[in-house]
């Protein structure tokens, strides 16, 4: 389990600091929600090791992750849009998530699997600019899937999308936390994601996580 | 800053290097101030003469230069033409074509040979005395160089208005004096001081057009002076404080100029919606874009001209020729080779940096050379050689090669610390949080993004250190010459048909250099990922 408790971080100038307790689940999906500037994403930085809390403990099955720099936790990124290196192609996008000193045709071979888990089969060579924007977050999760880290921290991924392509990725995110039993963290402010893939429901309210 | 890839090395190699810089140049300065303490007996330099001089050519210089530069983006930004990118092409060379070219070229169109001279004799029956020669003749090459490139810096400042400030301007019906008025001068007016603070750096420091075409101690800058006086004077006193006075002049604008808006580097195309003029200042577009293209283009087709019709044949059959070329690929490609790895160690190690403090000491070495100037640098090698009992000949091409990078470092530093610094703004927290090795960072996210801009930056400290008199002419000998020296030599022995051959072909190498490495590493760098 994710548990973070009384995690203590205040901007430059912010009077009350953020006090963020949560409890994430394996292979659930978490939503957090908010109005505009109440700390979602601020959240998330700390959850990634971004930023550092100034009190609080934030463990995985019990293991302290706030030791960790953000390179070194168990943690995979998306977010809302720049999640790719146009210049790079889907597969050396996706390359980028195998652990270091992968062999080359072994690394080849993990790419390919992963690109045709997320329904990018056939992709590998087309550049990152010329996809689509539901085609870059296929891609950015089929790095997470090279990754394997088990925490995935989801900054508004679907709010570039259009409304099919929107339904069917929201859908691929939440079959692949089931079946690789990640600890997914969504931060969106859009109902409809939330009721359609989370299965618990926070809403930050004057800089404290409120169970819905 | 945990958003930033940790990068400690990236900072080490980069501080260390700032370091080694700071203690070269600390030689240099000791040498200098050695010179000036140990020295004894007077010297007949009226530095107060030359100061007045050279502030006053610079300062007309960046005026004019500001101005014919605000009018030629202002054209080029309005009109839309086949072969615009060409005419844009050619202003924005206008900053590595060497000064001994153009000063070439103006004598051979104003001087009393020149075209306009012998049409005049042969249409009206009247010579005219010269304006190539003297203050005219140096503000004249001066801003023709400075001019352009002002006017393609300025043209990327005009070019980057947003398109919904021109939509709103547009739907106001605003007269092409309003347009300039609220939406060009407020985009052109915070680049005018950082630009203005260059040229007139550049002005200050030029070497090889106040010699060629200054006509006498009259018209003697503080860094023709240092040259006269090591060179043919043997007044190594006075040279030290001139130099001195250099120093000092140069370190002040530098420190008022850094508290402008810098200069962006970045020469995008416009895509900027139509919004034509009226038909009069249309046609006063079109003036001001043809005089300016004819004010820089003809003296260099004049150059061309002139050196592949008389002495071509004859300077190609000299052996001193072909070693004097090899002599000037060889240190050109040295220095370029040089400043890359020097200012891909600066910026990424600045890019790298946690601290603002960090950031701002890495960025100083690139105003090294702004404050020691070709000359002076040369003066303080030249002194350091002889302290150390180094022979001149040894030293010559070392001191040579590091003089030319630290020439082209500030522009180096300006083309890749920008791409630099965008790519961890927007892709730091990503390469973070994805444990990228440095090693991968460099090879697939920053080299194929970097590509273009390393052709350039290659490019240009190519084509400085293959235009550079200011250098060479303390430490050339017969045996080590480069193609500006040799044609420098040429000229001062009256071999007028060999010097017009040599600065055709110099100015032929800039431009396909100029042209072509930009291309070629960025294919290269394409290639690379393949």
Known sequence: MLRADDLVFAHPGQEEPYHFSLEAQPGEVTAISGASGSGKSTLLDLLAGFIAPVSGMLTLDGEDLLSLPPEARPVSLLLQADNLFEHLSAEENAALGLPRGTPKPTGQQLVAQALAEVGLAGFDTKQAANLSGGQKQRVALARTLLRDRPVLLLDEPFSALDDETRRTTRELVGALTRRHNWHTVLVSHHADDIAALASAHYRIVAGRLERV | ?530
């Open chain 2, 1 to 530: 800053m945990l958003t930033l890839p940790h990068r400690p090395m990236r900072v080490a190699a980069a501080t260390a290097l700032t370091l080694i810089i700071a203690v070269l140049i600390a030689a240099v300065l000791w040498a200098i101030l050695n010179a000036a303490t140990d020295a004894s007996g007077g010297s007949r330099v009226d530095i107060a003469h030359l100061l007045r001089m050279t502030a006053l050519q610079a300062g007309l210089t960046m005026v004019l230069s500001l101005l014919v530069g605000t009018a030629l983006a202002w054209a080029l930004n309005r009109l839309r033409f086949a072969g615009r990118d060409l005419v844009v092409g050619l202003f924005a060379a206008a900053i590595v074509t060497p000064g001994m070219v153009v000063a070439f070229g103006l004598l051979s169109i104003w001087g009393r040979n020149g075209w306009i001279n012998q049409a005049s004799e042969v249409l009206f029956g009247i010579g005219f005395e010269s304006p190539a020669y003297g203050l005219s003749g140096i503000l004249l090459a001066h801003v023709i160089l400075d001019g352009a490139f002002a006017g393609r810096i300025l043209l990327a400042r005009l070019d980057a208005i947003p398109q919904s400030r021109l939509k709103m301007g547009q739907s106001l019906g605003l007269s092409a004096w309003q347009r300039f008025a609220l939406i060009d001068w407020p985009a052109l007016r915070g680049s005018l001081p950082g630009l203005g603070a260059i040229i007139f750096l550049l002005a200050f420091t030029s070497f090889p057009i106040v010699l060629l075409l200054g006509g006498g101690p009259a018209n003697q800058t503080l860094e023709v002076a240092i040259y006269t006086a090591v060179r043919l004077d043997f007044d190594l006193v006075g040279a030290v404080r001139l130099a001195l006075t250099q120093i000092g002049v140069c370190s002040l604008v530098i420190l008022l100029a850094s508290a402008f808006t810098p200069v962006p580097s970045a020469l995008s195309r416009s895509t900027q919606p139509r919004w034509r003029d009226s038909a009069p200042v249309r046609v006063l577009q079109w003036a001001v874009l043809v005089l300016g293209a004819i004010g820089f283009a003809l003296p260099l087709l004049s150059v061309l001209y002139d050196g592949l019709t008389s002495g071509l044949l004859r300077v190609l059959g000299q052996a001193g020729f072909w070693r004097a070329t090899g002599t000037s690929i060889i240190i050109g490609a040295s220095s370029a080779l040089l400043t890359l790895a020097l200012a891909l160690m600066l910026a990424l190690g600045r890019s790298a940096a946690y601290r603002q403090g960090a950031r701002v000491m890495l960025g100083i070495p690139a105003f090294a050379y702004l404050a020691v100037p070709a000359v002076v640098l040369s003066l303080g090698f030249f002194l350091l050689v002889r302290t150390t009992g180094v022979p001149v000949g040894t030293a010559a091409p070392v001191v040579v090669v590091i003089a030319n990078s630290l020439l082209s470092l500030p522009f180096a530093i300006a083309t890749l610390g920008p791409p630099l610094d965008a790519i961890i703004r927007t892709r730091g927290k990503l390469i973070r949080s994805l444990g990228l090795s440095g090693w991968t960072q460099f090879i697939s996210i920053e080299y194929p993004l970097l590509g273009r801009d390393i052709g350039l930056m290659l490019a240009l400290a190519f084509c400085f250190s293959l235009g550079d008199l200011g250098v060479i002419a303390l430490f050339g000998t017969q045996d080590f010459q480069t193609l500006p020296l040799m044609m420098y030599r040429a000229l001062g022995s009256y071999k007028s048909n060999d010097a017009a051959a040599i600065a055709a072909l110099l100015l032929i190498f800039t431009i396909v250099a100029f042209v072509g490495l930009p291309r070629l590493i960025e294919r290269i760098s394409h290639a690379s990922r393949r």
